[in-house]
């Protein structure tokens, strides 16, 4: 057994968790609350005047990290698919 597990591989040994959060990711009312909280703090980075430009870029950057990790937390690498290469004779003259 490996104690050494990372936070998502933890997570993902609950299967229900998993099918639960592609649930909740897929809904289209989770994307547009996701926009636009993204929005709304790169608007309130760029109004606060104590705000580095520089550093409110990154900041923003690290909150987009944040949403891709989010979206992705689900995904297990283990359990895609591979699809066999088929050859469906399309340089095959008739």
Same mark, same amino acid.
């Given at each position: ?8 591989? $933890? =997570? ?12 909740? +990711?897929?809904?289209?009312?989770? !994307? *547009? ?20 430009? $520089? =550093? ?12 891709? +990790?989010?979206?992705?937390?689900? !995904? *297990? ?18």
């Amino acid at each position: 057994m490996n104690y050494n597990l990372t936070p998502k591989t $933890a =997570a993902l040994q609950d299967t229900d968790f998993a099918k639960r959060h592609h649930a909740i +990711v897929e809904n289209p009312d989770f !994307e *547009r609350s996701i926009q636009v909280a993204l929005a709304e703090y790169h608007n309130q980075l760029s109004r606060d005047p104590g705000n580095d430009p $520089a =550093a409110a870029y990154w900041r923003g950057q690290g909150a987009e990290v944040f949403v891709r +990790v989010l979206r992705n937390l689900a !995904e *297990r690498p283990d359990l895609t698919k591979t699809v066999e290469d088929i050859n469906l004779g399309q340089n095959r003259r008739i």
